[in-house]
């Protein structure tokens, strides 16, 4: 049978992920940006997402409604019916999407049954002292009963798709295949798609030589040897039981061939909502008050022994889930190792401050770092109450003065905020070298970042170009140290470096292109393979691309520094036009532009 030209006008689209209304990593991004684009082809009506109910994270951000007389408010009302606690409602994001969330807590089956019955009919293992797998599968069993009521509520001419991310929400496959024929409901078609596979997460963290053994290892004795067989089994029912299977790049669908052992049908690659703007100089400006932000950041933890020019001074950055080899930290470090050498032989006026922003341990922000940034403040309220003497007497003494002269602008400062200020100035002095991380860790010692800063002795010497900060925390308004957004930070910096080893497909690049900040990507992740094969030139549109898959570790960090060194020795000028170009590159990884693959993926399911 060929595969349907266009998706029939009365299909309904459930669309399934753990990262619904749950901030966990980088699915969440993708559910949540692409649904205008998604409502672009689908009627509002015909479309839900599903996910599971956290309270502390859903009740924010969704409205809840009554049944209102859709399939969907109807399906999540017998499923109530049936001992699930069930929000229907709209989700608080542009487009407003219907949206089940189906509280992973609840349903009629009691652990034991769940248990039994998941290694009855589907041979999945599932170990009784594992609670993220107890609610994980709850919680699919609960979205596998919404699939069915659904395709009962709809008529066999309304095909229904129901599409599952991830491991965490493939269960349904596998129970559907599970029934018998004739209690299948054949207007329901299914896609699975998966982000990074459960085992080559795992792997890539250990194998040195992950890709080259890739064809080689043992699906089945991997997984117990890692402790991830209950989610590994699942992922491969659901990967081989889906009508279409998809993944986000090339790089990942080998990786399934080899691991799930089916070859993705389609790609779906991953896509931005990027803010445009009538002129450039809007986004421009918008860099330069972030900019001030991260400033404010440095005067605090550096100047008390370690002044820098700011005129001068270069904000790199890395962030990501804290996978120290997958996301490239150690090839970064060993990079700025380098750079640092070569700023200093050189001379050069350029400092680089390099900040890793990731989630590790730690038992608060460290009482130094918070005390240089309250003197700061300080600081700058003494100073703002200088200029505002000064502006009150000047006016009177200029005009006072029968010479014309300029008054003494000392004289209009009085003793009481001289004595003030010199006080304040004291207290900041320090001899201590900056700190390398902004927080006390619960394992300095075992910490992969501070191990490898102390390997290549990046201490924030005064004589050291590069200095580092490793904030082990995500940047938010609420962070004491920053108080600003994550893509305010980003839109502040100057480059972001993300040469990883392990990476499906990763954001963060991106992220970086759509506020114009140039960004190093490599070419083991899903997004800079897809930019060497799509963007003619990338480099002059601010995307490095370093070649990971032909070149030794140490080549590579040879590229990579000298890519870091491009940016530092480019005028501020060259700056200006390189973020213009970057940004002017956005465009193409609009979800306008890349939403017509999940539509592909939806007209392949009706074959
Ligand atoms: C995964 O999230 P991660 O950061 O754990 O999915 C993301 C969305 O497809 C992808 O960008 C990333 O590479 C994967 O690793």
Request: glycine letters at 6%; charged letters at 25%.
């Amino acid at each position: 049978m060929s595969a349907r030209t266009s998706l029939s006008r009365n299909t309904h689209l459930i669309e399934a992920a753990w990262e619904v209304c749950n901030q966990v990593g980088g699915i969440y991004t993708v559910i949540r940006t692409k649904i205008p684009g998604i409502l672009q082809h689908w009627n509002h009506q015909h479309y839900v997402l599903t996910g599971p109910y956290f309270p502390a994270q859903a009740d924010a951000v969704v409205d809840p409604q009554d049944e209102d007389g859709s399939v969907f408010g109807q399906a999540a009302q017998l499923l109530r019916a049936r001992g699930y606690r069930v929000v229907y409602g709209r989700w608080l994001v542009p487009g407003r999407p219907q949206v089940v969330l189906i509280d992973p807590e609840s349903g009629p089956l009691s652990d034991e049954d769940i248990r039994r019955k998941l290694q009855d009919e589907l041979g999945i293992p599932c170990p009784a002292n594992d609670p993220l797998f107890r609610q994980v599968a709850r919680f699919n069993l609960g979205l596998f009963e919404f699939c069915l009521r659904c395709s009962e509520l709809l008529p066999v001419q309304s095909p229904l798709i129901a599409h599952f991310h991830e491991w965490m929400a493939g269960l349904p496959i596998a129970l559907l295949q599970a029934l018998p024929e004739t209690l299948r409901p054949g207007h329901l078609r299914t896609v699975f798609t998966t982000h990074a596979t459960l085992l080559g997460r795992y792997l890539a963290m250990q194998d040195l030589d992950f890709y080259e053994n890739l064809a080689g290892f043992e699906w089945q004795r991997e997984a117990r040897h890692y402790g991830i067989e209950p989610g590994v089994r699942t992922e491969r029912a659901a990967a081989n039981g889906a009508d279409v299977f998809t993944t986000v790049s090339a790089i990942t669908a080998d990786e399934c061939t080899h691991l799930l052992g089916r070859t993705p049908d389609l790609l779906l690659p991953n896509g931005i909502n990027s803010e445009r703007f009538e002129a450039l100089h809007e986004f421009q400006n918008l860099h330069k008050q972030n900019k001030e932000r991260i400033h404010a950041f440095t005067m605090g933890h550096f100047f008390r022994s370690t002044p820098l020019d700011l005129d001068t001074t270069l904000y790199f950055f890395t962030s990501g889930r804290y996978e120290f080899r997958n996301k490239g930290f150690d090839m970064t470090l060993d990079a700025l190792s380098r750079v640092n050498t070569a700023l200093r032989e050189a001379g050069s006026p350029t400092s680089i401050v390099m900040f890793f922003i990731t989630r590790a341990p730690y038992h608060s922000i460290n009482p130094n770092v918070l005390e240089s940034r309250a003197l700061l403040e300080e600081l700058r309220n003494t100073c703002d109450e200088v200029a505002e003497e000064i502006k009150q007497s000047l006016l009177y003494r200029a005009l006072r003065e029968p010479s014309r002269r300029l008054p003494d602008l000392n004289s209009c400062i009085s003793e009481h905020i001289r004595l003030r200020l010199r006080r304040s100035l004291q207290s900041w002095e320090s001899q201590e070298l900056p700190y390398v991380t902004t927080h006390t860790m619960v394992d300095s010692d075992g910490d992969p970042i501070l191990q490898a800063i102390r390997r290549v002795k990046l201490f924030n010497h005064r004589e050291d170009p590069v200095k580092i900060v490793y904030h082990p925390d995500f940047v938010t308004q609420l962070s004491p140290l920053f108080g600003m957004e994550y893509p305010e930070f980003v839109r502040g910096c100057h480059l972001g470096i993300f040469p990883s080893y392990y990476e499906p497909w990763g954001y963060t690049p991106l992220e970086c292109v759509s506020s114009g900040v140039p960004a190093i990507t490599s070419n083991l992740s899903g997004f800079g393979d897809y930019v060497q094969k799509s963007m003619r030139n990338h480099r002059r549109q601010g995307l490095y691309v370093v070649d990971r898959r032909s070149r030794s570790y140490q080549d590579c960090v040879e590229e990579l520094a000298g890519y870091m060194l491009d940016i530092a020795a480019m005028s501020r000028r060259d700056r200006i036009e390189l973020r213009n170009r970057t940004e002017a590159g956005s465009p193409l990884f609009g979800w306008d532009r890349l939403i017509k693959h999940y539509q592909k993926a939806y007209t392949l399911s009706q074959r």
